[in-house]
């Protein structure tokens, strides 16, 4: 099972896509706060802190970029994020789901609106550092670029990829067992989802012939192996946003074509390890530690009580944020008397330059629209109405940093 939180079969409702704000609200009865450009600010009485107690955990795609395309809000918001000399002025984790590059590769392709360095950036498989027990082991990489140099990064010492997996396999090795590559060795076999591979149909393909025969995809299929070797998964986003109007395809597409051909083929669920990435609370409570690790590099005393978690997404951004400060209240009620070097909250905070599209038609029978939208969240993640409500609605991402430095009354100098 997973590592995590909840795991349910699909249940059948929503991502929303309401036409204004205020229908989100009309819709599921939210208590959002709505927060526009020349709204007034409701910040906390208090004198002015000029040290921050509290970090964002940004997203990338659709709330800083689309595709290459910088955001033009996201400038002047990252200029409000640093003093004269470029130093951020709140610790600043960027969280994405992305997986098929290295965390450098990610923070080059942030410079166009700042000089961040790799260790703010988090990507979908960067927990996979925490999985040592996996990394002295064979272990079959799906998903594409740099997957050897991804893997090993990490920390996994026995990497191969699908492609090298196909070379080795040909047809004539299925039948001579003398030929069996050496590298697959069955019990310590795992299977790492790193993200959307090309070429779908072979991957769904070799991975399945894995997983129904041990590590050994010469052999014939054995449906008493159950449960399966090992699988972990980074990268749940059914869709994501590039250039083109329309969402695209994510990894969680095609985990859902994997889940649903094994299904298929042996009547089981297939299970997961671990699933990592927004919404997995794995993901926060690692963006946390880089947070932490941070405010302590510059020695900014304060705890970090609140997390400011800017998305785009209602399943990942929102529901992953929120799920995290469900699990830290939880554990705030349960370790009070303990001195927990964790956050106090979790707020999330959509922006409307993504995947949320707040201008979308509602349709006149509200119960119509929830029973005909479908939950976009991965089958492990059961819906509830309650995780997928942002704490705020801003536009875009400068004005969710401005309603934040006002809720914390935060003025540096
Ligand atoms: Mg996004």
Not at 58 to 86: C, E, M
């Amino acid at each position: 099972m997973t590592d995590f939180v909840p795991y349910f079969s699909s249940l059948i409702l929503k991502q929303f896509h309401c036409s204004a704000v205020l229908s989100v609200s009309l819709l599921l009865g939210l208590t959002t706060q709505l927060i526009f450009p020349l709204s007034p600010f409701r910040g906390s009485p208090g004198p002015l802190s000029v040290l921050p107690s509290f970090g964002f955990l940004f997203d990338i795609d659709g709330v800083l970029v689309r595709g290459k395309t910088p955001i033009p809000a996201a400038r002047t918001a990252f200029r409000k994020l640093v003093n004269s000399q470029g130093q951020f002025l709140v610790p600043v984790v960027f969280v994405t789901n992305a997986g098929n590059c290295l965390r450098q590769e990610k923070a080059d392709q942030l410079s166009h609106l700042l000089g961040i360095s790799q260790d703010q950036v988090m990507m979908s498989h960067s927990p996979l550092r925490m999985f040592k027990r996996y990394h002295e082991k064979c272990v079959l990489v799906s998903g594409q670029g740099p997957l050897l140099d991804i893997a090993q990064d990490l920390g996994f010492c026995q990497p191969i990829t699908i492609d090298t997996l196909r070379e080795k396999r040909p047809l004539l090795d299925a039948v001579d067992h003398d030929r069996r590559p050496s590298i697959l060795v069955g019990v310590d076999f795992s299977v790492v989802l790193f993200g959307e591979p090309v070429r779908w149909e072979t991957s769904l393909q070799l991975i399945i012939d894995v997983l129904l025969t041990s590590g050994y995809p010469g052999n014939p299929y054995e449906q008493e192996n159950y449960p399966h070797i090992p699988v972990l998964a980074c990268n749940m986003d059914l869709m994501w946003v590039a250039e083109a109007q329309s969402p695209r395809f994510g990894h969680g597409t095609f985990m859902v074509c994997l889940e649903n051909i094994y299904k298929k083929i042996t009547g089981k669920e297939l299970k997961y390890e671990a699933l990592m990435g927004k919404p997995s609370r794995l993901t926060y409570q690692y963006a946390e530690h880089l947070i932490r690790a941070q405010a302590l590099q510059r020695s900014w005393e304060q705890p970090i009580q609140t997390l400011y978690a800017v998305g785009d997404n209602l399943m990942t951004d929102v529901y992953g944020a929120n799920l995290y400060n469900r699990y830290l209240e939880e554990s705030l009620r349960w370790e009070k008397e303990l001195a927990s070097a964790a956050a106090a909250h979790c707020r999330s905070v959509l922006v409307c330059t993504g995947v949320y599209n707040p201008h979308t038609e509602v349709p006149l029978d509200t119960r119509d629209s929830i029973a005909e939208t479908v939950f976009h969240g991965h089958r492990d993640f059961r819906f509830d109405p309650g995780l997928v409500e942002p704490d705020h609605i801003v536009p875009d991402v400068d004005a969710a940093v401005d309603l934040v430095f006002q809720l914390e009354n935060f003025a540096p100098n």
